[in-house]
């Protein structure tokens, strides 16, 4: 059974940074599409950015563009989230997932493992 666990979550002013830490355990998903996620209460789960099972051209919610940056270390087996210029609006949970397909990655509906996701605090 595959487990995502996630961290490096905290609290931080506007205009710090966090990294984010994604590592499975069962197995590797060096195969998988792995993206990041972030929910915050009363709302749907929000796409935030993915990156394809090569370490191709990653994808980014025009919400952090430009400021977050995703990347892979297959050795490591572990997928990182660079957040900088944190504004309060990035306050959420961040969810780690898995995707076996390239199919529509923003659609949480095509993930099929996920992390307990870890939290974010951005203070203003």
């Known amino acids: 059974q595959v487990r995502l666990a996630e961290s490096g979550g905290g609290s931080v002013q506007a205009g710090g940074s966090l990294r984010l830490y994604c590592s499975p355990s069962?197995?590797?998903?060096?195969?998988?599409?792995m993206g990041w996620f972030r929910q915050v209460p009363g709302k749907e789960r929000e796409f935030v950015s993915v990156i394809t099972s090569s370490g191709g051209t990653p994808y980014y919610s025009d919400s952090v563009k430009g400021r977050f940056a995703i990347w892979r270390d297959g050795v490591k087996n572990t997928v990182y989230l660079q957040m900088n210029n944190l504004k309060p609006e990035d306050t959420a949970v961040y969810y780690c997932?898995?995707?076996?397909?390239?199919?529509?990655?923003?659609?949480?509906?095509?993930?099929?493992?996920w992390g307990p996701g870890t939290q974010v605090t951005v203070s203003s």
């Open positions: 069962g197995r590797t998903l060096r195969s998988y599409v």
């Open positions: 997932a898995a995707s076996p397909s390239r199919d529509d990655v923003t659609n949480t509906q095509n993930y099929e493992f």
